[in-house]
């Protein structure tokens, strides 16, 4: 270490690859979908539950959070019952799926409002750290990506796993019959492939999420914060 003078050795740790093969979970995949309209006929909870059916066909446990009663951020308290269900399903899942409609070239209010009620911190727990995170969009027009590529900012924001596919849905009116049942189409296989992709990759990682986003940074400051405390019950 002595060829780098800035490191903290009590804080630095040299991967492990016993760290990344800890005991499985015996529990399903706990999955969360969340989608971003309120309408009667909403694509995005039509494609949000097609997912929820393939997600249940490969072995997860899935909760839909239905967020019509939400209030926008900072506009009730946080335990306004819909904020508390909303946080609460969020602790209690493994991985995510984040399915917004493509309004104004971005996503929707809906969708950043139930984003934007789940914290980045709890006091010293971070309710998304280490989550997998699978993203989907709708659009009335021509394909695009622009929902898609704000999730996926927020994602790495709120410091998720988020899986490299995607979904984004065009013409999704054409996509889904009279009953909300996707058509098979190459916009359905590609559900398909992102929902394996999104078990998969949960199964990998959720034993060792913890391990995954440790940082230095914060062990370092954790140790410092320790040290100090140490020397204060010595005084």
Not at 95 to 106: D, I, K, L, N, T
Request: proline share 6%.
């Amino acid at each position: 270490m002595d060829d780098l003078p800035n490191i903290a050795d009590e804080a630095f740790d040299i991967p492990d690859a016993a760290g990344l093969t800890p005991l499985a979970p015996s529990h399903p995949p706990r999955i969360l979908l969340l989608y971003g309209s309120l309408r009667q006929r909403s694509y995005s909870r039509f494609l949000t539950l097609e997912a929820e059916r393939l997600l249940q066909a490969l072995g997860a446990e899935t909760r839909v959070y239905d967020p019509a009663g939400l209030p926008l951020p900072d506009d009730a308290a946080e335990t306004h019952e819909k904020v508390s269900e909303l946080r609460e399903l969020s602790a209690w899942s493994e991985g995510q799926v984040w399915c917004s409609p493509e309004r104004h070239g971005a996503m929707t209010a809906v969708m950043k409002a139930q984003i934007d009620w789940i914290p980045l911190s709890i006091g010293a727990v971070r309710p998304t750290q280490g989550k997998t995170l699978a993203l989907m969009q709708v659009s009335g027009g021509s394909q695009s990506f622009n929902a898609v590529n704000q999730l996926r900012v927020l994602g790495r924001w709120m410091r998720m796993i988020t899986i490299p596919n995607q979904s984004s849905v065009a013409k999704a009116y054409e996509q889904f019959d009279e009953e909300g049942r996707m058509l098979a189409s190459p916009f359905y296989d590609r559900v398909v492939d992102v929902m394996e992709e999104l078990i998969k990759f949960t199964l990998l990682t959720r034993g060792a999420s913890d391990y995954l986003t440790s940082r230095y940074s914060e062990r370092k400051e954790e140790a410092a914060k320790l040290a100090a405390r140490v020397k204060l019950e010595s005084i």
